[in-house]
């Protein structure tokens, strides 16, 4: 059955979105248009669009643009933790609108969710607006061909399917926690949901909604779950810079200080509108 609900997650609320902009965002790259773009509006845009489409977009662009020299390698943790979030509609129609019925005052969790990440963002772009790269990329042109799109299209399904991969995978491990708690009584069954729901977002917010538990506090522990990602993030963007001398602990730090914030700012817009 997890198994089962990974894969029609992915299918119905995940591929639609991405599939087409995995291989938009791989001919952007493999053809050279953005050589001449500053570093900054490079970060920026990989940052706009993680928002908008979702993870790991974020991850795989910055990956991508630091592997071309469009940006500091120096950066990619930063940018990666800054940039990874769920997209907008999944948030909105999957998280707020299915899961946990909500629907209205849409913009209290969305502002807990993308301003401690504008912020860093913002700060990130000043400190660098006056830095450039080391290392000079050689111009070389435009260049579009069939092998180009068709290397795109089978990337753009390699993404796709090693997050229902990692999807499926997560699934299962979720459901390992509830499995011990039933037959060891030295763990308590609530703690051990909510365990096991870090361990997969998509998956550990029906979990959370599951519960039975305040829904104020349901609410705030899938915040913390969309800030913060979950263990399947973490492992599929440390694939994602696999050989490339990520360090994971400065992301799980930064995302773990972002799900903090947002958590906090929930239940403070939270007490004052509602």
Known sequence: MCAKAGIMLWFNQIFPLLFIFTILSNLIISTNVLQNIPQKHIMLFTYIIGIIFGFPIGAKLTADFCSKGYI?????????????????????????????????????????????SAIGMIAMLSINKNRSLTQKIPAQGFKLNMQIVDAGIMKGFETLIKLCGYIVLFSIVSRIPQTIAQKADCIMPLSADIIGAFFETTNGIGIVCGLCIP????????????????????????????????????????????????????????????
């Open 215 to 274: 829904r104020t506090l349901s609410i705030v522990l899938c915040i913390a779950l969309l800030s913060f990602g979950g263990v399947s993030c973490m492992v599929q963007t440390k694939s994602i810079f696999r050989d490339t001398g990520f360090r994971l602990y400065r992301y799980i730090l930064l995302k773990a200080a972002m799900s903090i914030l947002s958590c906090l700012l929930c239940i403070i817009l939270f007490c004052i509108l509602i």
């Open 72 to 116: 500091d390698k120096n950066h990619r943790e930063i940018l990666s933790a800054l940039a990874n979030h769920f997209s907008l509609p999944f948030i909105i129609t999957y998280a707020l609108s299915e899961q946990l019925n909500i629907c209205s005052h849409y913009s209290i969790y969305l502002v807990s969710l993308y301003l401690p």
